[in-house]
């Protein structure tokens, strides 16, 4: 069973950039590039990590991870070499724990036996997989380029292999998708053998993608709002009877498969973020400074990226956290979480009076001895305009 993380719990993303090709919805930081530069790239992730843990000791987070994640991008295109390399580093720099969570994203195109087993050999023992529907239409659609046989065929494999813990990423809310249909693809999910964890994504139109042009130019390309309310229902509904308990607005997991990584950030953990593009947050640990801290945010591309670690990160402007920026940050990942989460007891009494409004208003539950704030069914689905109305009540500075 893997423990839920906690404020203290230090986690590592890394981002790898590279896709063999863009899909069309997405605005994710990543490049093609006709070679990858395998190695040159794993090794500017491990000068990276040198270059951090002055961070680290500023802000006196000693501790192990309690997560890796290789996100991207495309991290299965990757050398299992380099991720080997990357793990065994950390480990060594930081210490890694026998129970530590090591995520890969994998795209079920990129399916074979062999690559997968050289992952789980190197350390990675959580896989996501980029299989978006079990229906060849929808997956058209979304101009992916694999079809619902090649996620089947990459489920069997991973299971054949002895992966035990594995998200599927669904999109749904494409206009034109009926109940029908995302009902069948969250069966399809959820009754394989190999899966233990469901992230069902609501399609986002992004300015600077192709979809994003076709918006523009008036194609409606998202479900209307009635039928958003009704998949929204249909997906809690069918998750909870196949025993996924949806614990996150968008993320589902059988009981002590949830995403450890992911409920770091949501819990307020430290991260480091290495790689191009990537994001990390770092905080106080001692009383007075657990509500402040910082975030470093990475040049986009690759070579930019390669010419600032080899700079020693020169021109690096960390982005100072403070205490409002802290609880907005939390008000808005904690909401995400159906347990909801805990305010301390000055900004409980802060929020109190709009948080009553919110309750009568049936959006939120609250319970003022734990502190302890969550969203209603009816808040959920509105979750942006309930975060809005609780920051709208704080105060410029406190
Ligand atoms: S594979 Fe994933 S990261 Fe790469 S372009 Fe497609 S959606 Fe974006």
Redesign the pocket.
Known sequence: MKRWPTSKDLGIYVHFPF?R???P??D?N?YRRETIPHAEYCKLILKELDLRMPLLKRYGVDQSPVSIYFG???PGLWDPVAIFFIVLGIKRRLGLPKDAEVTLEF?PEDTRKDLLFSFLLVGVNRLSL?TQSFRDKALSALGRHHDAKMNRFCLDAVLDVGYTDVNVDLIWGMAGETLDGLSYDLRTACSHPAVTHVSTYELSIEENTPFGQRAKQGETLQVDEETRIQMDALIQKELTKHRFNPYEVSNAAKPGYHSVHNALYWEMGHYLGLGAGACGFIHGTSPEEIYCGVRTENPKTPEAYAQFVNDGLKGETLQEIDALSYLKESIMVGLRLKKGFTLPKPWFNLLKPRMMQMVQDGLLVCDEELGLVKTTDQGRLILNQVILRLWDALPEAF
């Open positions: 896709c090709r863009r899909c919805y997405c994710f990543v991207g991008g495309s795209n980029g």
